[in-house]
T-cell receptor, first 115, second 109 residues
Framework: GAGVSQSPRYKVAKRGQDVALRCDPI?????LFWYQQALGQGPEFLTY????????KSGLPSDRFFAERPEGSVSTLKIQRTQQEDSAVYLC?????????????FGQGTRLTVV | DAKTTQPTSMDCAEGRAANLPCNHS???????VYWYRQIHSQGPQYIIH???NNETNEMASLIITEDRKSSTLILPHATLRDTAVYYC??????????FGAGTRLTVKP
């Protein structure tokens, strides 16, 4: 596709429900990033993939958060037993290579509301 | 990771240059300075990046001090559509991008 696509755009979950957020990166992009953005805050790093390898997951806030990219393209961020503090916009970004001088392209995000 | 410091907010008159400062005093020699902006309800958008030389593209100019401890993003003729949060990021070699709180720029008519 022309850009990074995320689905769904909006998700309302009941507290305790599991959710799965999808990211379709730009075709051929090796690097994929997930961020969490709370209202009024900057994006907070969650995790990073290079192809199918999850190289950094230091930003995942708890073991309820899990991300995968099994074939090195589409990625899924899963949140188990959602809690109200998980309400945020979840952003995905991709870039061509894990090289410093490349730009990352962001999707429009998935807004998760836990009620 | 080197951290960045930016003013919380700035105003700019439409048509005037917007100069957004960023401090990154602990930047390492192989780290680049990136600027992104985020317009309300959208994902961040890449603006420009540089290592040590000044850079210019169709969107903006990036001025990096000789000691690389600070930089300034310049929007030469700000428009109302430039109202956004602007993030200055130092990218670690082989690592990821870490955003701070950014500067909320408001362009006023």
């Amino acid at each position: 596709g022309a850009g990074v696509s995320q689905s769904p755009r909006y998700k309302v979950a009941k507290r305790g429900q599991d959710v799965a957020l999808r990211c379709d990166p730009i075709s051929g992009h090796v690097s994929l990033f997930w961020y969490q953005q709370a209202l009024g805050q900057g994006p907070e790093f969650l995790t990073y993939f290079q192809n199918e390898a999850q190289l950094d997951k230091s930003g995942l806030p708890s073991d309820r958060f899990f991300a995968e990219r099994p074939e090195g393209s589409v990625s899924t961020l899963k949140i188990q037993r959602t809690q109200q503090e998980d309400s945020a916009v979840y952003l995905c970004a991709s870039s061509e290579l894990q090289a410093v001088n490349t730009e990352a392209f962001f999707g429009q995000g998935t807004r998760l509301t836990v009620v | 990771d080197a951290k960045t410091t930016q003013p919380t907010s700035m105003d700019c008159a439409e048509g005037r240059a917007a100069n957004l400062p960023c401090n990154h005093s602990t930047i390492s020699g192989n780290e680049y300075v990136y600027w992104y902006r985020q317009i309300h309800s959208q994902g961040p958008q890449y603006i420009i990046h540089g290592l040590k030389n000044n850079e210019t593209n169709e969107m903006a100019s990036l001025i990096i001090t000789e000691d690389r401890k600070s930089s300034t993003l310049i929007l030469p003729h700000a428009t109302l559509r430039d109202t956004a949060v602007y993030y200055c990021i130092v990218r670690v070699w082989g690592g990821d991008m870490r955003f701070g709180a950014g500067t909320r720029l408001t362009v006023k008519p």
